[in-house]
């Protein structure tokens, strides 16, 4: 990304790095945020407050990144600190925008029932859920007999995007509710037979990280 009136060059997090996850009840370690230079050079790494972490103690930094150190991340963590996000760090260059990345504390989002009749109105379904910190990722939908309920033709595509849905055929808000829209549910209806919508949350690396839920039609 650059300044178009500058031609200056952001640094920029990798794919999947522009926040950094902490698991409820998992031993807390070092989270190396990936970055891409392109050509820039760090010039320092602040928390939300406008502080300056200390190199060597709170973070290191190498040409691919930064890495928090777990004694950073635990002190962010106070007994009885709520899910969600707990704090932020800015990441500085000698030049273009600065980085911005969340810190979030989190567990496995839950729902109170996994099984679901599909509306009859052609409206919507909203499925409550408690998000425990978490942000929604993606949704893949499979029918009963085992093939992709939407775009078959993502099964050629490696597994972790074959059978997922587009944000269009899903939405969440963080008032705890899982939509699919009516277009999905009148695709499981002629479907005539049931659908496992697999909610998959961030982080996408741990693969306890999901909810999935049974649609039956009418």
Do not use: H
């Not at 920029?12 to 230079?37: H, M, S, Y």
């Not at 602040?46 to 190199?55: F, M, W």
């Amino acid at each position: 990304m650059k300044y178009a009136y500058q031609n200056v060059t952001n640094t920029l997090a990798e794919p999947g790095n522009a926040t950094v996850w902490v698991r409820q009840g998992d031993l807390i370690v070092d989270k190396t945020i990936g970055l891409r230079f392109s050509g820039n050079t760090l010039a320092g790494v602040y928390n939300g407050a406008g502080q300056a972490l200390t190199s060597g103690t709170q973070y290191t930094a190498s040409s691919t990144g930064v890495t928090l150190k777990a004694s950073y991340l635990s002190s962010l963590l106070m007994p009885g600190k709520p899910l969600g996000s707990i704090g932020t760090i800015v990441i500085k260059s000698n030049k273009g925008a600065d980085l911005k990345i969340d810190i979030r504390y989190y567990k496995t989002p839950t729902v109170t029932t996994s099984s679901f009749q599909s509306p009859s109105t052609g409206s919507s379904l909203s499925i409550p859920v408690t998000l425990n910190g978490a942000k929604l990722a993606t949704a893949k939908a499979i029918k009963a007999d085992g093939s992709i309920l939407k775009d078959d033709w993502t099964i050629y595509l490696p597994e972790n995007q074959a059978g997922r849905l587009t944000w269009n055929d899903f939405d969440y808000n963080e008032s705890n509710t899982l939509t699919l829209s009516s277009s999905i549910l009148n695709m499981i209806k002629n479907a005539q037979q049931a659908v496992t919508v697999t909610f998959e949350f961030w982080p996408r690396y741990d693969p306890s990280n999901t909810v999935p839920v049974t649609i039956s039609y009418v």
